[in-house]
């Protein structure tokens, strides 16, 4: 069925099946995202044949699934590469608006809250205290034509380095997509508005993020021993190890749900951004509205190694310092004079059977001595 114009009203032809691994939501998520954005992307001139919010909002997801501006327009959408383009800058920009992004990204302060989320990480491995977990991911990008020297990171490829924090069902709860990738995760973290919400005391004592050796230890950031003695580090470091696969595994989520951010994404640094965050939002509004990941995703991508802690795991001093050594060394010697005990460990992809642990860690992250 095509509507004015010859452009495929694909609401109408598909079904939720279909509409899910193309667009990665289903009908009444899309639906729920051009209700969201309707004010925004409505054309003010009423014209004929004008690009309704539905098709404008139905371009762009395609766009983040596949990372393919040129899939958009040979998906018989109607629309043209110049029409392409458009829709999607302006799409994107209204996505990632301060007052939308606000209502689907945002660290929660209040204390049943925080408490649930404690409830969730606890039941993981056992680690006490748990509001959030904390990491940087690098998305590819080309080459800018300004300051590109900046935005080459370790792995010697042009990036933007992304400071992500999921709960225990890896929905996001905090998300800085803004940094050239040659900027230190310790670094984000330093100019970060979680870290002034944590030192600031509107998140309460007795809540911890954990990350890994890349950030400082602070009394609200817990990180790994990497001069380690048997006994309660070890123990400390198991369930940190267990318990920090949550954000490995939200961050292959996002990236598999969205293949946009897999590859090389071709556009502004600043339009980069306006991509990940809108990625961010899509990604929460899926987990609320329990929309589970494509089975098919269609255009399959090479797995990268993009992703991972920091290889140099020298912190910088001053604003950085490692003023949690103290409290991580009375934290462990309280909770981990005996290991946690055997038990079927919850992640947010399922469920991590002792049997599976003993084989090794489903994700590895970097930044654990043996």
């Known amino acids: 069925m095509a509507n004015r114009g010859g452009r495929r009203d694909v609401l109408q032809t598909l079904?939720?099946?279909?509409?899910?691994?193309?667009?990665?939501?289903d009908c009444a998520g899309i639906m729920f995202v051009v209700d969201l954005l309707r004010d925004a992307i409505t054309s003010p001139i009423r014209r004929h044949n004008a690009i309704t919010p539905e098709k404008k909002v139905i371009t762009t997801l395609r766009y983040l699934a596949t990372g393919k501006m040129q899939q958009c327009s040979s998906?018989?959408?109607?629309?043209?590469?110049?029409?392409?383009?458009?829709?999607?800058?302006e799409t994107l920009t209204a996505l990632s608006q301060a007052n939308i992004v606000t209502q689907f990204?945002?660290?929660?302060?209040d204390a049943r809250t925080l408490h649930t989320h404690?409830?969730?990480?606890l039941d993981i491995a056992g680690f006490p205290g748990v509001v959030g977990v904390i990491d940087g991911t690098h998305v590819r990008i080309i080459a800018p034509s300004e300051d590109e020297?900046?935005?080459?990171?370790?792995?010697?490829?042009h990036s933007i380095n992304v400071q992500i924090v999921f709960n225990a069902a890896c929905k996001i709860l905090d998300i800085v997509a803004k940094w050239p990738g040659s900027t230190h995760d310790a670094r984000m973290l330093s100019e970060s508005g979680i870290r002034q919400l944590f030192e600031r005391r509107y998140v309460p004592a007795n809540c911890h993020l954990l990350g890994d050796s890349a950030y400082p230890c602070k009394p609200w950031l817990l990180t790994p021993y990497l001069q380690l003695h048997q006994g309660p580090q070890l123990n400390y470091n198991r369930a940190h190890k267990t318990t920090r696969v949550v954000v490995e595994c939200g961050i292959g989520q996002l990236k598999r749900r969205f293949h946009v951010l897999h590859g090389e994404v071709r556009l502004r640094p600043e339009k980069v951004s306006?991509?990940?965050i809108a990625c961010a939002i899509l990604h929460n509004i899926c987990k609320v509205r329990q929309i589970a990941e494509p089975l098919e995703d269609g255009d399959e991508d090479e797995d990268n190694d993009e992703d991972g802690g920091e290889e140099d795991i020298h912190i910088p001093q001053g604003n950085l310092a490692q003023s949690g050594l103290p409290y991580r060394a009375n934290f462990t010697n309280l909770h981990y004079r005996q290991a946690v005990a055997p038990c079927h460990l919850r992640t947010c992809d399922g469920m991590l059977t002792e049997q599976v642990l003993r084989m090794g860690m489903v994700f590895d992250p970097p930044g654990y001595p043996e």
């Open 105 to 109: 990204v945002s660290f929660p302060l």
């Open 274 to 276: 306006k991509v990940i």
């Open 75 to 89: 998906d018989d959408l109607g629309l043209s590469r110049t029409s392409v383009s458009r829709v999607i800058t």
């Open 118 to 121: 404690k409830r969730a990480f």
């Open 149 to 157: 020297a900046v935005f080459v990171n370790r792995k010697n490829f």
């Open 15 to 25: 079904d939720d099946r279909e509409l899910l691994r193309r667009y990665r939501l």
